[in-house]
C-alpha cells in the first residue's frame, strides 16, 4: 500500500474510531501495516505521533460539546475515553488554555484542532544518495532501552548523552577499562550503531527498542548489554553529510517524504532502521553518517 494512502486511511480509521479505546497498534493493525513504521511514517509526516492526534482530537471534539451545555462535563470526560474528571479537566486545561468550565464562558479560546489533510508532492527518491546492499550474518551488541513513541525525539537525545557522558573517557579518552562493561565498549565500538527495532510483539504500541550498539563479532556479553540478530537481507543505505543530528534528520525525512512514497521497486522488509556513525567531529560541516533501511523488492503485479 502507497504511503499516502496508508495515512490517508490512518487518519480516516482514527476519526471512526475516536470515542472507542483506539492505540497505534489497532491502526497498524487495521492497515495491515508494522506500527513501527506508521507510527514513525506518521510522525515524520505530519509532526504529530498516532497518539498525540487522538489526543487533540479528543480534546477539541470535547470542547464543542461543552460549549454545546447538553452534557455534564464528567459526561464528556468519559465520552472521550478518560478514566476521572479531573485527568480529563488536566488535559483539557493544557490543551486549551483554559478549564472546561471557563471554555462555556469564552468559545474564542477554545484551540481548534480539525481532521489532517495529507498532500504531498513527491520528488523522486532516485535522486537520493543511497546503494542497495545484501547483509549476511549482522549481528549487533549494545544497550538498549525501550522509549514511547510519544516522546522519542525528547528521550533519545538524553540516552547519548548518558552513554557519552558514561563511557567518553573509554572511547576518546584513552582511558583503560575498569569492567566488564568498558571493556565491551572498547571491543565492540559501542556507539557506532543507533538501532531502532520492532519485533512485532503484543504489547508493542508501549513503545520503541532502541540499541546504542556496536558489530558483534562473538565472545561473553556482559550483564546489561544485549545482542541482536539481523536476518540475511537487502538493505538501502543512505549517505548524509553534515553536522548532526540536523544531517540525519534530514536525510530521515527525505526518506518517508520522497523514497518510500510511490517507490516503484522496493519497501520495507523488517520493523526495523539503523543509523551508523562515522569517527569524527559531529559538528563538522562534511560530518558522514548514514540510515540503514531493510528493503526487498515488490512483487510483480
Known sequence: MEWITVLRRAI??????????IN???????????SFYLQKGFKIMTGYSVGEYIRCRRLYLAALDILSGKEKVIETAY???????????????????????????????????????ISVEIRGGEEMDYM???????????????????????ELPKFWEAFRRTYGDVLFQGKKPENALEQAVCDYHIGEYGVCIDEGQKGAEEGLRYMIAGAYTGGAVPEGMSVFA???????????????????????????REWLPGNPDYEPAMAADVEWYAKGDMDAADYRSEI???VRRKESR
Open 132 to 154: 542497495l546492499e545484501k547483509v549476511c550474518d549482522f549481528r549487533v551488541i549494545g544497550l538498549e532501552r525501550t522509549f514511547s513513541f510519544e516522546n522519542t525525539y525528547e
Open 24 to 34: 497505534a497498534a489497532d491502526v497498524a493493525e487495521e492497515l495491515h501495516i508494522s
Open 230 to 256: 539481523f536476518p540475511d537481507m537487502e538493505w538501502a543505505r543512505f549517505r548524509c553529510c553534515g553536522r548532526m543530528p540536523h544531517a540525519l534528520q534530514d536525510v530521515n525525512t527525505k526518506i518517508y
Open 79 to 117: 465520552k472521550y475515553r478518560y478514566d476521572t474528571p479531573e485527568s480529563f479537566t488536566k488535559a483539557f486545561t493544557r490543551f486549551h488554555g483554559i478549564s472546561p468550565v471557563q471554555a462555556r464562558k469564552d468559545a474564542s479560546a477554545i484551540h481548534t484542532f480539525l481532521p489532517l489533510k
Open 12 to 21: 480516516a480509521y482514527m476519526e471512526a474510531h475516536l470515542l472507542e479505546e
Open 292 to 294: 540503514w533501511l531493510p
